[in-house]
């Protein structure tokens, strides 16, 4: 037994098993107990991975938003995923956080999987290798990452109840496998998700015991995600150690009768107990007891007392050491360092899936371009859900075309037609305080007579956590809006219950409107909103008031909305066409919109909204100088591409994705992204779609089939093949060379000879793949084994050195139980993508004497 181990121990012995039982659950959404005895104080855990939000919903309090972990995964460049890593700690203790719920490590097993732009890919060796750079990244600098949502929690239809339905081997091969890369880099908290696997709900499985915590040896904390602990013995015998959200849970009293009573093990309980003070000690959360602890378990206290901590109003949830000491020293904000790593992100993401000579553009040569799309102007930045940021800043792709090119080249902006997108909550931009005339809204909080309770001046109609005073019956948001265009006006207010929207003292909207869904992300984070129109004239202000009245059980999210007249689409398509045909180069921007792409809902379908597809066509037939870019977290259907003259992708970028995306498009940074995750012409092309269970059930049928795997077993083509990404370069491929043999359990190294035969310098991603002998066994057509990225002048030779990992060649095997590798001749296939591999050879793997 170590020093620490045997100081665990002794911490151990103080406590009574209530005051064990007591530091399982949360002390209020955010923050785990303080047991003062002990010198532990409360740890605070915020959601990620795009960004550290803290414990509050408040727009007053900005954070870094980073690229989305779709667009870290289409970097395949651990190094800068670790510094990114080492950003979000900075921000992470700027925050006061200790636990960052990042990465999540589920895979896009479908293209309709709402939050894909929360997951890095559709393979597990990439997302495996992304996510443990991002843990390394955070952990260095005294912040536990987390590994989340364990396990096959691949969609969101009906995701607090669904069972998948996967065998063992598909399991350990593919979803289970980046959860292992994880915890081998020293991941310190794992999460548990809402679903259930083979008849068991997550939080209870017995795969929180085996693998995870015997077999691979993890030696962290198993959280729940937020209200995901339903049973509370079964839970308690497995390998749950902390519930979430407090201070209310499951456990509590009924924890210490069951134990009491013999049916959960003391043992149990003690080493669930020992997981919590080892990630203490790792964050730097436990010491001698001194009155700055105490103080902390007074304010763990008073918030746990506090309606604002109760599950029932404020259950949300439901590296480069040169970044952390360099970009944000503790307490401090953000500098200019931190913008230009997030910036160089943007570009490095940036995958280019098509180009007939167009990019980069010459400044030099633009007097006038054409910025065409309602993205260009207000772009999504990241994905809907728990995760969401409120960032400082947005640098527009509008922003960041106008900054790169300077005053000598006129920039032009059209909106075109309407994309569909929700209206937006009320922005200072367009409203201002009723009460002190600055730029945003009124938020109020009135008891049953309407008297006033407490009253603030806030930045957004959007309000996620308004303040909960005792006798608090009804939430109001109020501005004077100040409509910049004459016609009908779309108002809406968003939540549950009894809700009433009024301009002017006219009566829009009142009504009742129940809560149907138990989501935490929509009951809390997205409610649903209830529209009316109003004919408003351009610069007359009027006065809007909209009302929610607090009922159990519907939380207290507050979304107040406002849109224009939707524009005549054929008058847009028109003025963006004739821009474009006058423009040396026309830029168009579309995207996805808040329909889509959100946590707590699944896609339907592939399509980008409104008349997108139409305005690219439009543009592309005007100009034939036209960059098509793709504002979206997953993939989306591009009907048109072949008629662009380039299609760059930049998923949801952050806040620094005009910048980034201007670097790109003039040259001062290469397109540096390759595809994580196969994108299909059409939805009805692709080989698995299926996101919704039947009966509570949701069977893979595919196995171990999904992404490129699918496609290569099928034999169809993909618009865009896993990989797949163009430079400002172009490469040739010329040799191959790997072991003629090797002892099954070795690694090898595949080096691969290629040939700058571009006028620029480039970046190459080296992918290797195999594919294994002929036989009974099923496996995949072919499979990533290892990858590299080369640099090289123009003309330059230079080689490529991928490490290929044992478990590269292992398979599982149900009927033992273990992993096993197959003698045989295994081929070793090298290109630039899943679909374009030039260069093969053999090794034979040998049985070990």
Same mark, same amino acid.
């Given at each position: 037994?170590?020093?620490?181990?045997?100081?665990?121990?002794?911490?151990?012995?103080?406590?009574?098993?209530?005051?064990?039982?007591?530091?399982?659950?949360?002390?209020?959404?955010?923050?785990?107990?303080?047991?003062?005895?002990?010198?532990?104080?409360?740890?605070?855990?915020?959601?990620?991975?795009?960004?550290?939000?803290?414990?509050?919903?408040?727009?007053?309090?900005?954070?870094?938003?980073?690229?989305?972990?779709?667009?870290?995964?289409?970097?395949?460049?651990?190094?800068?995923?670790?510094?990114?890593?080492?950003?979000?700690?900075?921000?992470?203790?700027?925050?006061?956080?200790?636990?960052?719920?990042?990465?999540?490590?589920?895979?896009?097993?479908?293209?309709?999987?709402?939050?894909?732009?929360?997951?890095?890919?559709?393979? &597990?060796?990439?997302?495996?290798?992304? !996510? @443990? /750079? +991002? *843990? #390394?990244?955070?952990?260095?600098?005294? =912040?536990?990452?987390? %590994?989340?949502?364990?396990?096959?929690?691949?969609?969101?239809?009906?995701?607090?109840?669904?069972?998948?339905?996967?065998?063992?081997?598909?399991?350990?091969?593919?979803?289970?496998?980046?959860?292992?890369?994880?915890?081998?880099?020293?991941?310190?908290?794992?999460?548990?998700?809402?679903?259930?696997?083979?008849?068991?709900?997550?939080?209870?499985?017995?795969?929180?015991?085996?693998?995870?915590?015997?077999?691979?040896?993890?030696?962290?904390?198993?959280?729940?995600?937020?209200?995901?602990?339903?049973?509370?013995?079964?839970?308690?015998?497995?390998?749950?150690?902390?519930?979430? &959200?407090?201070?209310?849970?499951?456990? !509590? @009293? /009924? +924890? *210490? #009768?069951?134990?009491?009573?013999?049916? =959960?093990?003391?043992? %149990?309980?003690?080493?669930?107990?020992?997981?919590?003070?080892?990630?203490?000690?790792?964050?730097?959360?436990?010491?001698?007891?001194?009155?700055?602890?105490?103080?902390?378990?007074?304010?763990?206290?008073?918030?746990?007392?506090?309606?604002?901590?109760?599950?029932?109003?404020?259950?949300?949830?439901?590296?480069?050491?040169?970044?952390?000491?360099?970009?944000?020293?503790?307490?401090?904000?953000?500098?200019?360092?931190?913008?230009?790593?997030?910036?160089?992100?943007?570009?490095?993401?940036?995958?280019?899936?098509?180009?007939?000579?167009?990019?980069?553009?010459?400044?030099?040569?633009?007097?006038?371009?054409?910025?065409? !799309? @309602?993205?260009?102007?207000?772009?999504?930045?990241?994905?809907?859900?728990?995760?969401?940021?409120?960032?400082?800043?947005?640098?527009?792709?509008?922003?960041?075309?106008?900054?790169?090119?300077?005053?000598?080249?006129?920039?032009?902006?059209?909106?075109?037609?309407?994309?569909?997108?929700?209206?937006?909550?009320?922005?200072?931009?367009?409203?201002?305080?009723?009460?002190?005339?600055?730029?945003?809204?009124?938020?109020?909080?009135?008891?049953?007579?309407?008297?006033?309770?407490?009253?603030?001046?806030?930045?957004?109609?959007?309000?996620?956590?308004?303040?909960?005073?005792?006798?608090?019956?009804?939430?109001?948001?109020?501005?004077?809006?100040?409509?910049?265009?004459?016609?009908?006006?779309?108002?809406?207010? !968003?939540?549950?219950?009894?809700?009433?929207?009024?301009?002017?003292?006219?009566?829009?909207?009142?009504?009742?409107?129940?809560?149907?869904?138990?989501?935490?992300?929509?009951?809390?984070?997205?409610?649903?909103?209830?529209?009316?129109?109003?004919?408003?004239?351009?610069?007359?202000?009027?006065?809007?008031?909209?009302?929610?009245?607090?009922?159990?059980?519907?939380?207290?999210?507050?979304?107040?909305?406002?849109?224009?007249?939707?524009?005549?689409?054929?008058?847009?398509?028109?003025?963006?066409?004739?821009?474009?045909?006058?423009?040396?180069?026309?830029?168009?921007?579309?995207?996805?919109?808040?329909?889509?792409?959100?946590?707590?809902?699944?896609?339907?379908?592939?399509?980008?909204?409104?008349?997108?597809?139409?305005?690219?066509?439009?543009?592309?037939?005007?100009?034939?100088?036209?960059?098509?870019?793709?504002?979206?977290?997953?993939?989306?259907?591009?009907?048109?591409?072949?008629?662009?003259?380039?299609?760059?992708?930049?998923?949801?970028?952050?806040?620094?994705?005009?910048?980034?995306?201007?670097?790109?498009?003039?040259?001062?940074?290469?397109?540096?992204?390759?595809?994580?995750?196969?994108?299909?012409?059409?939805?009805?092309?692709?080989?698995?779609?299926?996101?919704?269970?039947?009966?509570?059930?949701?069977?893979?049928?595919?196995?171990?089939?999904?992404?490129?795997?699918?496609?290569?077993?099928?034999?169809?083509?993909?618009?865009?093949?896993?990989?797949?990404?163009?430079?400002?370069?172009?490469?040739?491929?010329?040799?191959?060379?790997?072991?003629?043999?090797?002892?099954?359990?070795?690694?090898?190294?595949?080096?691969?000879?290629?040939?700058?035969?571009?006028?620029?310098?480039?970046?190459?991603?080296?992918?290797?793949?195999?594919?294994?002998?002929?036989?009974?066994?099923?496996?995949?057509?072919?499979?990533?084994?290892?990858?590299?990225?080369?640099?090289?002048?123009?003309?330059?030779?230079?080689?490529?050195?991928?490490?290929?990992?044992?478990?590269?060649?292992?398979?599982?095997?149900?009927?033992?139980?273990?992993?096993?590798?197959?003698?045989?001749?295994?081929?070793?296939?090298?290109?630039?993508?899943?679909?374009?591999?030039?260069?093969?050879?053999?090794?034979?793997?040998?049985?070990?004497?």
């Amino acid at each position: 037994m170590t020093d620490d181990e045997a100081e665990r121990e002794r911490l151990l012995g103080k406590l009574t098993l209530r005051e064990k039982v007591r530091l399982l659950t949360g002390a209020t959404t955010w923050r785990t107990r303080a047991e003062p005895a002990l010198g532990l104080r409360e740890m605070v855990l915020s959601d990620g991975p795009a960004g550290v939000r803290g414990q509050a919903w408040d727009e007053r309090e900005p954070s870094l938003l980073l690229p989305s972990a779709s667009a870290l995964g289409a970097l395949w460049d651990e190094r800068l995923v670790e510094r990114l890593g080492g950003l979000l700690a900075a921000e992470a203790r700027r925050k006061g956080v200790d636990v960052v719920l990042a990465p999540t490590l589920n895979l896009h097993r479908t293209p309709l999987g709402g939050r894909h732009f929360e997951c890095f890919s559709e393979d &597990p060796e990439l997302t495996g290798r992304t !996510g @443990a /750079a +991002l *843990v #390394r990244g955070i952990q260095a600098h005294g =912040v536990a990452a987390t %590994a989340k949502h364990f396990v096959a929690n691949d969609s969101e239809t009906d995701r607090l109840t669904v069972d998948v339905r996967v065998p063992e081997r598909v399991l350990r091969e593919v979803y289970l496998a980046p959860f292992e890369a994880a915890v081998e880099a020293g991941v310190r908290v794992v999460m548990a998700g809402y679903n259930g696997v083979n008849g068991t709900t997550m939080s209870a499985s017995s795969l929180l015991t085996d693998p995870l915590k015997r077999e691979w040896g993890f030696e962290g904390v198993v959280v729940s995600d937020w209200g995901a602990l339903r049973e509370g013995d079964p839970a308690a015998r497995a390998g749950l150690d902390l519930a979430m &959200p407090g201070p209310e849970s499951p456990w !509590g @009293a /009924a +924890l *210490v #009768r069951a134990v009491e009573d013999g049916r =959960v093990p003391q043992a %149990a309980v003690d080493d669930k107990v020992r997981r919590l003070l080892t990630l203490a000690a790792a964050c730097g959360a436990l010491g001698e007891p001194s009155m700055e602890t105490v103080t902390s378990r007074d304010a763990g206290a008073d918030a746990a007392a506090d309606p604002r901590a109760l599950p029932e109003a404020d259950a949300l949830g439901a590296a480069g050491d040169e970044v952390c000491a360099d970009i944000a020293p503790e307490g401090a904000e953000p500098g200019p360092d931190a913008r230009a790593l997030l910036r160089r992100a943007v570009a490095a993401s940036s995958v280019l899936l098509h180009n007939r000579y167009v990019l980069p553009l010459d400044p030099g040569r633009l007097r006038t371009v054409a910025v065409i !799309g @309602a993205h260009a102007t207000l772009p999504r930045t990241q994905g809907g859900g728990s995760a969401g940021v409120f960032p400082r800043h947005v640098v527009t792709p509008l922003d960041g075309i106008r900054d790169a090119l300077g005053a000598g080249t006129r920039v032009v902006h059209v909106p075109g037609p309407s994309t569909d997108a929700p209206a937006p909550p009320l922005d200072p931009a367009l409203c201002t305080d009723p009460v002190t005339g600055t730029p945003g809204v009124r938020l109020r909080l009135l008891d049953a007579s309407g008297e006033e309770l407490h009253a603030e001046h806030r930045l957004s109609g959007r309000q996620l956590e308004p303040l909960l005073v005792p006798g608090a019956h009804t939430v109001e948001i109020s501005a004077r809006l100040l409509p910049d265009v004459t016609g009908s006006w779309t108002i809406g207010v !968003g939540g549950f219950g009894r809700m009433s929207v009024t301009v002017d003292e006219r009566v829009l909207l009142d009504g009742e409107f129940a809560r149907e869904t138990d989501d935490p992300a929509v009951v809390h984070v997205n409610p649903p909103v209830h529209c009316a129109r109003v004919p408003l004239r351009a610069e007359s202000a009027v006065l809007v008031t909209a009302r929610r009245e607090l009922v159990p059980g519907a939380g207290r999210a507050t979304v107040v909305t406002a849109a224009p007249p939707r524009p005549d689409d054929r008058a847009a398509l028109a003025e963006a066409a004739s821009a474009a045909r006058h423009a040396d180069a026309a830029i168009v921007v579309v995207g996805t919109t808040e329909h889509g792409e959100s946590e707590g809902y699944d896609r339907t379908d592939l399509g980008l909204g409104g008349r997108q597809d139409d305005l690219v066509r439009a543009v592309t037939a005007a100009n034939p100088n036209t960059v098509v870019v793709v504002n979206s977290g997953g993939p989306v259907e591009l009907p048109w591409r072949a008629q662009a003259g380039a299609v760059l992708l930049t998923w949801f970028p952050g806040q620094e994705g005009g910048a980034g995306l201007a670097d790109v498009l003039f040259g001062r940074a290469e397109p540096g992204g390759r595809l994580p995750t196969t994108w299909a012409a059409t939805l009805t092309d692709a080989p698995v779609t299926r996101t919704g269970p039947t009966a509570g059930r949701l069977d893979y049928e595919e196995g171990l089939h999904i992404g490129y795997r699918a496609w290569a077993r099928h034999h169809r083509t993909p618009a865009y093949w896993f990989g797949h990404g163009l430079g400002y370069t172009t490469w040739a491929y010329e040799a191959l060379d790997v072991p003629d043999d090797l002892v099954a359990g070795e690694s090898f190294t595949a080096r691969i000879a290629l040939r700058n035969t571009g006028g620029r310098p480039g970046r190459e991603v080296v992918q290797v793949y195999l594919s294994a002998p002929a036989g009974p066994l099923e496996r995949p057509e072919r499979w990533l084994a290892g990858y590299a990225a080369v640099h090289a002048g123009p003309g330059e030779r230079t080689t490529a050195v991928v490490e290929i990992p044992a478990r590269a060649l292992r398979h599982w095997e149900e009927d033992t139980h273990a992993w096993r590798t197959r003698p045989g001749p295994y081929r070793v296939l090298a290109g630039r993508s899943a679909g374009a591999l030039p260069l093969t050879a053999v090794t034979l793997v040998r049985a070990p004497r």
